[in-house]
């Protein structure tokens, strides 16, 4: 951390970042309250306000609201030609679209911090501009190849974060110097999420889900670079 220009914490979010992040919205299946993104791009100009609102109020109380952590899980079908059954569908989880344009707005803020204090690894490949799986495994091939010339053994450990731990999350983000302001509001939206699963569009009970760990996919890729 030396060099270190300042220490992050999350920015007061502006009218327009909202409006822009409606509109980079992709169109997919609403979560659980049925707002799709869609329609949220039609609306957001009379809308914009009162999101901002929510989102900087979050962000003053470190407190991210509970209505955008609940999950609508939903079955779809592996294999169309196929009898739909329990063997043949896997799960999705569709999260608030609200939601995802605070988790953008916030997550953008994240890269810029890491950006100008140059804290992101040369081996960091993935969700960063200018990366992709072509850069790493022309990187991998690389260095593999340049040690197998000069005789020696070449091993790889391949790692499947299918949960994350929470804690070494946060911890892993004190040391990046995120201020504890910051932390408590990721503290809020990492833990105490629910999900519900809906089958033929019936909504089953609301599960809490352990606060041990957070899915992955709650908060997509974006935790992988952190860690």
Not at 50 to 62: G, R
């Amino acid at each position: 951390m030396k060099n270190k220009k300042r220490t992050f914490n999350i920015d007061k979010v502006t009218t327009t970042e909202v409006e822009c992040q409606h509109k980079r919205c992709k169109d997919r299946p609403p979560g659980i309250y049925n707002l799709d993104a869609k329609f949220l791009s039609i609306v957001t100009k009379f809308i914009a306000v009162p999101v901002c609102h929510i989102i900087n109020l979050s962000n003053e109380k470190c407190i991210c609201p509970h209505e955008w952590k609940i999950a609508k899980v939903i079955l779809l079908s592996k294999n169309s030609a196929a009898p739909f059954s329990g063997k043949n569908s896997c799960p999705i989880s569709l999260l608030a679209a609200l939601g995802k344009i605070m988790e953008r707005i916030i997550f953008e803020q994240i890269q810029t911090y890491f950006d100008v204090n140059n804290l992101n690894t040369d081996y960091q490949h993935a969700y960063r501009p200018g990366y992709s799986t072509c850069t790493a495994l022309t990187q991998v091939i690389v260095e593999w190849q340049t040690e197998q010339d000069n005789k020696k053994l070449v091993s790889a450990v391949l790692l499947n974060f299918r949960r994350l731990i929470y804690l070494l999350l946060l911890d892993k983000l004190e040391q990046y110097d995120f201020s504890l302001t910051a932390l408590k509001w990721m503290e809020s939206y990492l833990t105490n999420r629910k999900q519900t699963v809906f089958l033929i569009e019936a909504c089953q009970r609301l599960q809490m889900l352990h606060v041990k760990y957070c899915r992955v996919a709650v908060w997509g890729h974006y935790c992988f670079q952190f860690l």
